[in-house]
């Protein structure tokens, strides 16, 4: 199980806008600002897309925001294309306890 | 451009041992933390381990803490993984990382990553 929490698959029409959520605890994403997602093709490496809860990596098109709110993190993803499908996790700083923390995992795919 | 390139993945049996490497180029290493993230078949990323730039601070997962042993050689830009006591439960595709940090006093996301080396733990 997973320390943060998202939902497995999330979906849309190309030119729709999806969220996907990112839940966790005070004690993460809640209690820090260092929250992150990644994108990952199959069969790939993932790649940076937010850092720091809403910034953006150069390069990353800025169809792609990140906000928090209380102990849930959220990546939305405007305007989506073909490309934008893909596995999307979430991460957190955690304390030095268990540092970072990532979510199982949300399967976008663009219907 | 900036590049991460692991090696050292293999099959090896419970109980064995291991060591992961990961070549980096493109930026100033020795400026960086680094991370291994591993990736079970089929399942989500889980991070294994962070050293701080000068190798003051790691940290471990809970899962190998004890068993794995991070480390780094700045004057070879290389990163080091040592596993130990291997079990069934540690096969996955294991990923060097930058961070965009170098202090390790949090994660400040992670930047780079390589394309990963695969370890599998099989009798």
């Known amino acids: 199980q997973s320390a943060l929490t998202q939902p497995p698959s999330a979906s849309g029409s190309p030119g729709q806008s999806v969220t996907i959520s990112c839940t966790g605890t005070s004690s993460d994403v809640g209690g820090y600002n260092y929250v992150s997602w990644y994108q990952q093709h199959p069969g790939k490496a993932p790649k940076l897309m937010i850092y720091?809860?809403?910034k953006r990596p150069s390069g990353v098109p800025d169809r792609f925001s990140g906000s928090k709110s209380g102990n849930t993190a959220s990546l939305t993803v405007s305007g989506l294309q073909a490309e934008d499908e893909a596995d999307y996790y979430c991460s957190s700083f955690a304390g030095s306890n268990n540092f970072v923390v990532f979510g199982g995992g949300t399967k976008l795919t663009v219907l | 451009q900036e590049q991460l390139v692991e090696s050292g993945g293999g099959v090896v049996q419970p109980g064995r041992s291991l060591r992961l490497s990961c070549a980096a180029s493109?930026?100033?290493?020795?400026?960086?933390?680094m991370h291994w993230v591993r990736q079970a078949p089929g399942k989500g990323l889980e991070w294994v381990a962070i050293?701080?730039?000068?190798?003051?601070?790691?940290y471990y997962a809970d899962s190998v803490k004890g068993r794995f042993t991070i480390s780094r050689d700045n004057s070879k830009n290389t990163l080091y993984l040592q596993m130990t006591s291997l079990r069934p439960e540690d096969t996955a595709v294991f990923y060097c990382?930058?961070?965009?940090?170098?202090?390790?006093?949090?994660?400040?996301?992670?930047?780079?990553w390589g394309q990963g080396t695969t370890v599998t733990v099989s009798s």
């Open positions: 720091e809860v809403s």
């Open positions: 990382v930058k961070d965009r940090g170098g202090y390790a006093y949090q994660s400040y996301g992670m930047d780079v």
């Open positions: 493109g930026f100033t290493f020795s400026s960086y933390a």
């Open positions: 050293i701080s730039f000068d190798e003051t601070h790691k």
